[in-house]
């Protein structure tokens, strides 16, 4: 059995006209425990909402239809105080930007000390205590000075590391990673990362890591989903979605990826269009309207997900004709 198990999920949200627009369209991926799973796509393709759904954060107003399935538990039609006992319990989330996600009244020793005291019944000393190993074992620098400090005292990294820590207080058996290294600069995103990892590998846990990142998703994650529009429209290891990428938009993204060496004045490749705003989804496949592989066929109907490889498959009708493109470049081998 599957640690985590989405199949067919559906998010509906409402639109400022009273109406309802499908966000996410029939997503279906399993996430083993102690694997690790990425997720990438543009902005606007459903990929924080989709972790959002797993925790049970959606906006006021949003239908949910579909599964999820965390150890066999159904999440969806869960009351929300049995869902709440899950949260930072079982599963647990690191957001994308680390001062949105900590409050700025209390100190850190406070806010990790939450989940402590609610999930595991400690008392404030204890979870005091428990709160510093925390800190501690992210690499917070002088973390027992800092206990009593406030968000606003410590920089982006550090305040990354924080949230990493509330996330792992109570050793979470699945945990979401969004974006967790954007708004850090490139020598602290690789030790945040290179953190996270660590603590997956000695905790465990198992990972859905959401990022834009092509090159770091590769050195990073074992499985990979490509989202586009709210549907997965490829899955595989990282080897084979990056080597032998079935889908178009997959190919798009990893022509546009910009690459060291190129001469001066060259263009970058680009995917012409934009991801469709919420409400005006075209018929058929998503991302027919910006395919250059695209036929009549494609807008005719939604396409099925068809199998390309063992563990691999891609949303698309002309898989065979993908795949008999030579592919832009290896992202593997990109540094």
Same mark, same amino acid.
């Given at each position: 059995?599957?640690?985590?198990?989405?199949?067919?999920?559906?998010?509906? /949200?409402? #639109?400022?006209? !009273?109406?309802? &627009?499908? +966000?996410? =369209?029939?997503? @279906? $991926?399993? *996430?083993?425990?102690?694997?690790?799973?990425?997720?990438?796509?543009?902005?606007?393709?459903?990929?924080?909402?989709?972790?959002?759904?797993?925790?049970?954060?959606?906006?006021?107003?949003?239908?949910?239809?579909?599964?999820?399935?965390?150890?066999?538990?159904?999440?969806?039609?869960?009351?929300?105080?049995?869902?709440?006992?899950?949260?930072?319990?079982?599963?647990?989330?690191?957001?994308?930007?680390?001062?949105?996600?900590?409050?700025?009244?209390?100190?850190?020793?406070?806010?990790?000390?939450?989940? /402590?005291? #609610?999930?595991? !019944?400690?008392? &404030?000393? +204890?979870? =005091?205590?428990? @709160? $510093?190993? *925390?800190?501690?074992?992210?690499?917070?620098?002088?973390?027992?000075?800092?206990?009593?400090?406030?968000?606003?005292?410590?920089?982006?990294?550090?305040?990354?590391?924080?949230?990493?820590?509330?996330?792992?207080?109570?050793?979470?058996?699945?945990?979401?990673?969004?974006?967790?290294?954007?708004?850090?600069?490139?020598?602290?995103?690789?030790?945040?990362?290179?953190?996270?990892?660590?603590?997956?590998?000695?905790?465990?846990?198992?990972?859905?890591?959401?990022?834009?990142?092509?090159?770091?998703?590769?050195?990073?994650?074992?499985?990979?989903?490509?989202?586009? +529009?709210?549907?997965?429209?490829?899955?595989?290891?990282?080897?084979?979605?990056?080597?032998?990428?079935?889908?178009?938009?997959?190919?798009?993204?990893?022509?546009?990826?910009?690459?060291?060496?190129?001469?001066?004045?060259?263009?970058?490749?680009?995917?012409?269009?934009?991801?469709?705003?919420?409400?005006?989804?075209?018929?058929?496949?998503?991302?027919?309207?910006?395919?250059?592989?695209?036929?009549?066929?494609?807008?005719?109907?939604?396409?099925?997900?068809?199998?390309?490889?063992?563990?691999?498959?891609?949303?698309?009708?002309?898989?065979?004709?993908?795949?008999?493109?030579?592919?832009?470049?290896?992202?593997?081998?990109?540094?």
């Amino acid at each position: 059995m599957s640690l985590l198990a989405l199949a067919d999920l559906r998010v509906a /949200l409402p #639109l400022p006209d !009273g109406g309802m &627009a499908d +966000a996410l =369209r029939g997503v @279906s $991926l399993t *996430l083993e425990a102690g694997a690790t799973l990425g997720l990438i796509g543009e902005s606007g393709c459903g990929k924080s909402l989709t972790a959002l759904a797993i925790m049970g954060l959606l906006p006021d107003g949003s239908r949910l239809a579909g599964s999820i399935r965390l150890d066999g538990r159904e999440l969806i039609g869960l009351p929300e105080r049995e869902h709440a006992a899950l949260r930072g319990r079982r599963m647990a989330m690191v957001f994308q930007e680390p001062m949105s996600a900590l409050n700025p009244l209390h100190t850190l020793a406070s806010q990790i000390g939450e989940p /402590l005291r #609610l999930h595991q !019944g400690l008392s &404030a000393s +204890a979870a =005091r205590a428990e @709160s $510093l190993r *925390l800190l501690e074992r992210v690499q917070l620098p002088q973390a027992s000075a800092r206990l009593d400090a406030y968000p606003h005292q410590l920089s982006g990294g550090q305040r990354q590391r924080v949230v990493i820590a509330i996330a792992l207080a109570c050793r979470p058996a699945l945990l979401l990673a969004d974006e967790p290294t954007t708004a850090l600069d490139a020598t602290v995103q690789r030790e945040v990362l290179d953190l996270l990892l660590q603590l997956v590998r000695e905790d465990g846990m198992a990972l859905l890591l959401i990022s834009h990142d092509l090159a770091m998703m590769a050195q990073t994650v074992q499985q990979l989903a490509v989202m586009y +529009a709210g549907q997965i429209v490829e899955h595989g290891t990282s080897a084979d979605v990056l080597q032998t990428p079935a889908h178009p938009y997959t190919r798009g993204l990893i022509a546009a990826r910009p690459r060291l060496g190129l001469a001066r004045g060259t263009r970058l490749a680009t995917i012409p269009g934009r991801v469709p705003p919420l409400g005006a989804m075209p018929p058929g496949c998503g991302f027919a309207p910006r395919c250059t592989y695209a036929v009549a066929a494609c807008s005719a109907a939604v396409p099925q997900v068809h199998p390309v490889g063992p563990g691999h498959a891609a949303r698309c009708i002309r898989t065979d004709v993908v795949q008999a493109t030579p592919p832009t470049r290896d992202v593997l081998n990109a540094r």
